[in-house]
């Protein structure tokens, strides 16, 4: 079936109708309007679903509250804490604080989940924290897509959660829904964005205005009210690698299949899958109690100390990953054992007399093999789990100072190695997508 086929049926299926539109924008208008008469405060509707890039049954709405720039920071915070409690109290109903830069609050109104974020009203230049760019991102948009490259957002936010690549946050490390919006309007289609896709480099750089700044990064998408910013630099390069890939596949054989994100998993499917690998150590812990941008990549941190570590002393590694819901996990996929003696490879005996010097007095019973000095040696490690509890067995501090992530190492006082299949539906679920093929 041809892509652009597949892509009408997926739309038909996920684009929200004209109502659902329509009720989100007179919700913001009553809103607005209430902010308006009790503060005197202007309001910008953000989010997907005021640029009518939303999927159907999205019922976020992101309002930001405007604030002059010469508002003090704390009084901007304190005000826009009072705006969003006013909201929720007259026309909402349970509500909560939350914090990015600077708090702000969520809540239910109508059914509908809703952000209220006080921010600065000042130009694209004059930009003093993350959330004051939103606004020039929604004008951006509105100004730089049409009609049909909204529906082909929804289209490509669809099959990027099928593939579990949507999503901006340090646990995802995928595509913002911003990055999506400027993707479509940089290649002109969805079939446009996937053709071309399927081809990227290693190094890709996509930027509508030739802004001269450099960026640490092999995907760069230069934001269009900010030159100074890449919008991809969330995405890591392996969800960067497997776009091009899922996008490459789509190519060839398109199908709704791919725009379908799976809830169930097979466990008996599993089992077999796991039963086929290699020894899986997983270490499993309490969770810091703090949010996901704080603990994925403090987790990632500890998985790639373990991953050199376990590396280093001869141990194959095949796989590895991180988790984190009531209980924190890390597992490597590994041969957990190794024999008592390795084999150490030291200079060719073509090399001076000093570095065969040097490699005779650290070691016995030297030989040679493949024209090259060797010795035999003990291994200090010869199991996998003996390496780990070693290394953490120590105090905190010790853990911080070896570089254990601050809000990881206290949680490693009361570790423990569990079974690869021991945990809630949830972990399983984890472990069916990311080993299951």
């Not at 100390?305 to 996929?333: I, N, P, W």
Request: some cysteine.
């Amino acid at each position: 079936m041809e892509l652009e086929k597949v892509k009408k049926k997926v739309l038909k299926k996920y684009y929200p109708s004209t109502e659902e539109l329509k009720e989100s924008r007179q919700l913001f208008q009553e809103i607005q309007s209430l902010i308006k008469e009790t503060y005197g405060l202007n309001s910008h509707f953000a989010g997907s679903a005021s640029r009518g890039t939303c999927r159907k049954g999205d019922k976020d709405i992101d309002i930001f509250v405007l604030f002059s720039k010469e508002t003090p920071r704390r009084e901007l915070e304190e005000k826009g804490l009072e705006v969003g409690k006013t909201v929720f109290e007259k026309i909402g109903t349970e509500y909560h604080v939350e914090y990015a830069e600077h708090p702000y609050t969520k809540g239910l109104v109508k059914g509908h989940e809703v952000e209220i974020v006080p921010c600065y009203d000042v130009p694209s230049g004059e930009i003093q924290s993350s959330v004051d760019r939103t606004p020039h991102h929604t004008r951006w948009t509105k100004d730089n897509l049409n009609e049909t490259q909204k529906r082909d957002v929804v289209a490509l936010k669809k099959f990027l959660e099928a593939q579990e690549l949507y999503g901006s946050s340090l646990k995802t490390e995928g595509f913002s829904g911003y990055l999506c919006e400027i993707l479509i309007s940089y290649y002109g289609s969805f079939e446009e964005l996937i053709e071309n896709a399927s081809s990227w480099e290693k190094e890709k750089r996509l930027d509508f205005n030739e802004s001269p700044k450099d960026f640490d990064s092999s995907f760069v998408v230069i934001d269009p009210v900010d030159p100074e910013r890449n919008v991809a630099a969330v995405l890591s390069t392996e969800n960067y690698a497997k776009f091009i890939f899922k996008a490459w596949k789509l190519s060839q054989n398109p199908s709704i299949s791919m725009f379908e994100s799976s809830t169930e998993f097979n466990e008996f499917e599993l089992r077999q899958d796991l039963d086929k690998r290699a020894d899986f150590l997983v270490i499993e812990f309490k969770r810091p109690e703090e949010v996901d941008d704080i603990v994925y990549p403090q987790l990632r941190k500890l998985e790639r100390l373990l991953h050199t570590k376990l590396k280093k002393s001869g141990f194959k590694l095949y796989d590895s990953g991180v988790y984190a819901e009531d209980m924190a996990r890390l597992f490597f996929e590994l041969d957990r054992h190794l024999p008592e003696t390795e084999v150490v490879k030291g200079p060719q005996v073509y090399h001076n007399e000093k570095h065969l010097e040097e490699f005779t007095k650290k070691y016995e019973n030297v030989f040679i093999r493949d024209e090259r000095l060797c010795a035999k040696t003990e291994r200090e490690f010869t199991d996998a789990r003996n390496l780990v509890k070693n290394f953490l067995k120590t105090d905190v501090e010790s853990l911080k100072e070896r570089g254990v992530p601050n809000k990881i190492a206290p949680q490693l006082e009361e570790y423990r190695f569990s079974d690869i299949l021991d945990g809630e539906d949830e972990w399983l679920k984890y472990l069916y997508n990311k080993l299951h093929v």
